[in-house]
């Protein structure tokens, strides 16, 4: 029987491979999750891209981002931008930092993303802006330090995702599978976003709708439907799919499952 | 030999995945039809993303949208969307609703969806839109309760196509291979309308091309070609289609096959 | 040792799933060649999407566009599109009819498709447009009858592409991978001009450079260096190609080989 | 023990592989090396599609695009793009020309790429622009003479990438790593631009952000990353592999491995 620990290495491992192959994550960019017993430790892989993590890449942070355990393997650069984001946020217990297609044109034009329809109100109220200028002047545009990493966070502030000026975005979400539901209905919002404003306007939810459409779509129903989907897609992706051998899914049970409320703080 | 009822649900069961293969539904969304041989039941699937539906998990469901068997897998929170447009229309024996990426630009903006090309003139002569805050103000967006699904169908009226505001599109068809049809060229239709916006002008068919262009390609011959083609591509990304063992199609009778008929009301 | 007929039948049946593999073809459209040793004559497949046409498919039509065989199977309803330019156009050995969508915004929207790069001069000089409307009025803008096909072979005149409003597009080629070569790079030509013309210009080719950019890439050399990709490609997505197994390819030969001199006129 | 030349000539085959495997390549385009030991010679393959470029393609040419040892096969005709930057770079040590549908806009357009995330901060300070028109008139727009390499090489100066109106891009690069990071993050940079721009703003890096960007990420640990993301995607188009076989990578040393040295001159 897998230790607790054991389960989230898989977890946060298969949740990075599943974001990377909805397009969302490419060569760059980390999922992590905070510590299943220890709120003061996030997991995390070594530097790897995304698409190819596995559970013995995953390893134990201090909020500090220091490793526990030092390895030989470089470590992802950006470490930061998680644990001072689980520093400031103890509601928060999954992040994704990524570059999406779909999300850059608004890091790089400053338009404003917003709610388009049902499944992107999961982006919530608001989603501000993060200019490494403001604090920092000319930088890598790496968010390496921690000082870095704490603007970051404060300027997500009580938000689920914030726009990184000329870099990409960062999304916070109680459970992984919250987080993985929000960073990637977010991407499929931002493209409709952009061809709507192509059409000639673009009305969005208002402050109500989404509200009440972001808190239905993340109830479990919703949440265990799309995690079944892109877990499948991701098993075909791999080569670990034959629809002659599928096993019938037993579905979700109208209770909340035991698997998810381990995630949930 | 399988019952009707059985080849029924291996057909709308594999029209889900179809469509889902083709782009048009992800995680969310559904096809159903009305059941073959009691038109006061339809065929819908537990709650499950459209492109892992199997037969076994088709259900029946009452017009009112109860589930004629209970089970203890979660149910569609839309499925209203279905049983009331089957109660207002007893001419349509198909229905699938969705949010296909080049279908939501048009709920988002409001710019009018137009056949573009013949293939589009499937969509009708005329594609209303539906928005939740007219009957309702401010809800999840969900289509869940049987009022917001008579809306939904009145909206619809005698077209075949209804454009839900910062949702989605429903669309009816008289057989699950039109509806197919239908679904998947109103939204290739869709996307080559807003690339020409973008190219200064969109001239579309007339009323009349509409209409004719429309009679024709719901025939058996192209409907039944379309329907091969996007067949053997979910066959192909299923893993079940091999080109040495390709068994040559005997191709369509030129008479409409009996097998159309069954879907036929 | 197959005979010229059955080479030709492979080849034709093989350039369909080609030019499909590549997503300017879907459901709809066709290819053809004139027959190899009776002008009188073409080969088109029955009706069946292009992707899965294959060489038994594959039929003898007189240029009145009559079957010289009956068979039981449907027919292409518009297989007038390439009777009556094989009628027209002595110089012409192979046509594809296609409804690609990065060229049907131009068909929408009237906006003049040009070449923009080098591989996309193969389009020529000229892109005249048909408009159903002109001659016949309100139709199903299907072209069916042989004055319909007639007309449309009349606005192609001795030009390589025609669009046709509200449609899709006619390509004509002297040989087969010539006209594969020029259906697939206008495509390609298309996007890239819808794309040039969102960041505020377009500045294409010159009439002296569409010839001579014309001239050169059509030359053997890189029509076999394009068509062995796109055999390749189609090769591995119907699952005979195997990366350990692969023939090294032999390379084209400088002085032209004897397979493309079959071809040509 | 392979040669140095056989492992370079497996790199480069590979490379032609991995960039057209990304969408930057298709059926014309090619990848080269300087030679391993020699600086007055480079690798390059015989005329094929890079998708398909193996090892045994892979040959030797003088800078001034002579090959080494005669063979039958054809050659690419723009070889002279890499002869002359080679001689007029004695930096460069790995060139790609290339046609990506994102790059195309630009050299049709005539608009600037510019540096929009910090990806694409490896584009450089300045991305010039070279006309065939200029030096040439009306041309093929081919660049196989000497004279139109050469001119070209003026124009890229020491900079890392040349737009060619009408027709392309070449990339180049001190290794062949950092020449397929530059090469594929400035397509994504592209894409990402023209999406800004439909927007309404493009707001891109400032000349510190670029050079400071630009150079962190050609540090051998992104450039690394991105490598083996690109491999393994690569090997699994191949069919080459498999998730259950998937051999645990060690990770990148901290220190820069020999490997990366031996390309660097």
């Not at 526990?68 to 999954?94: S, T």
């Not at 916070?172 to 306007?201: D, K, P, V």
């Not at 799919?241 to 037993?250: G, M, N, Q, V």
Request: one cysteine or more.
């Amino acid at each position: 029987m897998p230790s607790k620990l054991d389960q989230a290495r898989d977890l946060v491992a298969r949740a990075n491979r599943m974001i990377a192959n909805e397009g969302v994550l490419d060569a760059f960019g980390h999922v992590t999750i905070r510590h299943p017993t220890d709120p003061g430790r996030y997991l995390m892989s070594r530097s790897r891209a995304p698409e190819l993590v596995q559970p013995e890449d995953i390893h134990e942070f201090t909020l500090d981002s220091h490793i526990v355990k030092p390895i030989e393997a470089r470590l992802y650069g950006e470490r930061v931008i998680h644990g001072e984001i689980y520093k400031a946020r103890p509601d928060v217990n999954a992040v994704c930092h990524h570059h999406a297609p779909s999300i850059l044109p608004f890091c790089i034009s400053g338009a404003e993303l917003k709610p388009v329809y049902h499944l992107g109100a999961t982006l919530g109220a608001t989603v501000p802006f993060w200019d490494s200028r403001d604090d920092f002047g000319d930088t890598t545009l790496i968010v390496a330090k921690p000082e870095e990493g704490a603007s970051l966070a404060r300027a997500l502030g009580p938000n689920w995702i914030v726009l990184m000026r000329r870099h990409g975005a960062t999304v916070a979400g109680t459970t992984l599978e919250e987080l993985t539901f929000r960073t990637i209905y977010t991407a499929r919002n931002a493209a409709m976003q952009i061809q709507a404003h192509g059409l000639g306007a673009v009305s969005p939810l208002n402050a109500a709708e989404t509200r009440l459409a972001g808190e239905y779509n993340l109830r479990p129903g919703p949440v265990a439907r799309a995690w079944e989907y892109w877990s499948v897609r991701l098993d075909k992706a791999e080569g670990n799919w034959r629809a002659a051998k599928a096993k019938p899914s037993r579905g979700s049970r109208k209770r909340p499952a035991k698997k998810f409320k381990r995630k949930t703080r």
